[in-house]
């Protein structure tokens, strides 16, 4: 998943990622699992533990309606493997 940072991040620790908000790039969540307040991401190559809550998960959007039913069996299983590498 992709996420959008809402506020400047500095970190405190070694293992946290420091980022800027406004829509200063697009961090790549690799983890949502790791605690409850926490994830791991990824930011121009360098990756480490953001706070859930100075980010905003982008969402997407998929439109399928005119597709063949084979098409979207495809989509949907590469959208379901997205960020599982």
């Not at 829509?23 to 791991?40: F, H, M, R, S, T």
């Amino acid at each position: 998943m992709e996420a959008i940072a809402k506020y400047d991040f500095k970190p405190t620790v070694e293992d946290e990622l420091s980022f800027k908000g406004g829509g200063g790039g697009i961090l790549k969540v690799l983890n949502e699992e790791c605690d409850q307040n926490w994830y791991k991401a990824e930011l121009n190559g360098k990756d480490g533990f953001i706070p859930k809550n100075y980010i905003e998960m982008k969402h997407i959007r998929v439109f399928l309606a005119k597709s063949s039913e084979q098409k979207q069996k495809k989509c949907l299983a590469n959208i379901s493997t997205m960020g599982s590498s």
